[in-house]
């Protein structure tokens, strides 16, 4: 063998493990956004190390079941490393094996078009000047790979919005339809192509617009069906939004059912106080001291049953927490409450509910799942910041969404979560604020910070206590 024909059975070579390297990074880039980014590059470095092994063993596999196999040990890789959203790693792994092998078609014409031009201009040529033509043609065809897969990749990324949220089996069917009918078509024109070789040069090929349109209109319906699919679930979470929005609302109606009733029985007492005077009195003077004090601890009791041991300065935010500490209680969870409502501001008592509500069932239900349950609920002003705290303990890892910020939820229902944490952002925002959730030692903290000015007078707006943070610990 000649020394021109080993350098150009070495350019041939280098040029499919540049490939090879080139779709293993582009595989890697696309799973960064939806897995920790150790678990992509574990991904890539899988596929490499796959069709690596299967470029130097002698075989005779074809393409389809080449790269079926290399997608297969990424697959493999993906879930083992990152256990969770199966259904959106096959979607990812099919949907790349197709917008590799649409690109892979594109850019094949292109190198067909190039292939032609070289034999014709240097058809006369010394065998080391076409050898340097080939060589420059490689590399401009590895080149080209790279860039139509990174940008189908990147346009893929940009229109799969909701990169951490689970897929349903029935949804991932859906999205696979674009890509595995691109990748049997695509399989079907090449092995049409091969049985017709005979026929005409591969650059000669008469069908070869209808080649690249099929190839674009692949490329379309992938991104369109998962552009739709995106939009039809942001509209059916804002439709559930809206339902939990009304269903808190009817929640706080039934708040404030419970506040009439209450005020209802406290009135009675104070109507039968008069009653209840004139009885001690009675005992009193008849020297009965020890049954004027049973009916004194019976009067006490009464009342505490009657009104309740929370009391935050608003009936409404009394009844929700009253109904969480009796919720700890069952569930086994230690609650402190050292809530008080802001009296003289614009604040509605039903913003305050869903932030309540909503912020202490998700630490109740983080709390659960520890041993040492405990959740704590808080106010305090800062510089005309109202601010709510909500704390439960916490060991294990929060994993937040890449776009949102929000944590990701450990529920196995995950297809309609984070709702709850969206609602109170929302109403952070009505009142120019925001929140923040931050992990410390062995605990989760959400903050909701609310601006509004306070009543004249009255700097620190909270009803029985001071509610400086620095002033008491929290």
């Known amino acids: 063998m000649q020394y021109t024909e080993i350098c150009w059975d070495m350019v041939s070579f280098a040029y499919k493990i540049i490939y090879i390297a080139i779709t293993a990074e582009s595989f890697s880039c696309l799973m960064k956004p939806f897995i920790e980014k150790k678990s992509a590059l574990k991904t890539g470095a899988a596929y490499f190390c796959v069709m690596a092994l299967l470029l130097t063993i002698p075989n005779d596999l074809g393409n389809i079941v080449a790269y079926s196999l290399g997608m297969c040990a990424a697959l493999i890789v993906m879930c083992q490393t990152d256990r969770r959203n199966y259904e959106q790693k096959l979607f990812l792994a099919v949907t790349f094996y197709a917008l590799r092998a649409l690109s892979a078609a594109l850019v094949n014409i292109f190198y067909a078009g190039m292939d032609k031009f070289i034999l ?36 893929l990324l940009r229109v799969y919005k909701n990169k951490r949220e689970n897929l349903t089996r029935e949804e991932t069917a859906m999205l696979l339809v674009p890509s595995l009918v691109a990748v049997a078509g695509n399989e079907i024109q090449k092995n049409y192509q091969w049985m017709l070789e005979d026929s005409f040069h591969y650059w000669e090929d008469p069908f070869v617009g209808w080649k690249v349109l099929y190839a674009v209109f692949s490329f379309v319906s992938i991104f369109v069906m998962t552009l739709l699919f995106q939009k039809i679930r942001e509209e059916r979470q804002e439709s559930l939004q809206r339902e939990l929005l009304s269903l808190q609302l009817e929640h706080t ?4 059912a419970q506040v009439e009733s209450l005020y209802q029985d406290i009135r009675s007492l104070k109507h039968d106080m008069a009653n209840h005077v004139v009885t001690l009195e009675r005992l009193c003077g008849r020297g009965e001291s020890e049954e004027a004090r049973r009916y004194v601890q019976h009067l006490k009791e ?4 009657t009104a309740g041991a929370v009391r935050t300065g608003h009936p409404v935010t009394d009844v929700i927490l009253r109904e969480k500490s009796c919720e700890a209680a069952v569930k086994g969870i230690e609650f402190s409450c050292d809530f008080h409502y802001p009296r003289d501001t614009d604040v509605d008592a039903f913003d305050v509910s869903i932030i309540l509500n909503n912020g202490l069932q998700n630490a109740f239900e983080a709390a659960a799942r520890e041993t040492v349950r405990k959740v704590s609920v808080s106010s305090y002003w800062k510089n005309h910041m109202f601010m709510i705290e909500i704390v439960n303990s916490f060991t294990g890892k929060l994993v937040r969404d890449a776009e949102s910020g929000l944590p990701i939820t450990t529920k196995k229902i995950k297809g309609e979560h984070g709702y709850g944490l969206r609602n109170i952002e929302k109403v952070a925002q009505k009142y120019f604020g925001a929140m923040e ?23 620190f ?5 001071p509610c400086h943070k620095e002033e008491r610990d929290l």
């Open 461 to 465: 707006a909270c009803d029985t206590a």
């Open 120 to 155: 014709n201009k240097f058809a006369n040529a010394s065998l080391g000047v076409n050898f340097w033509a080939f060589f420059v043609v490689t590399v401009i065809y590895a080149a080209l790979q790279f860039a139509v897969l990174r940008a189908a990749v990147m346009l």
């Open 253 to 256: 109606r039934e708040h404030i």
């Open 437 to 459: 959730i931050e992990t410390e030692e062995g605990r989760v903290r959400l903050t909701v910070m609310m601006q509004m000015q306070e009543g004249p007078g009255k700097p």
């Open 302 to 305: 009464q009342y505490f049953e």
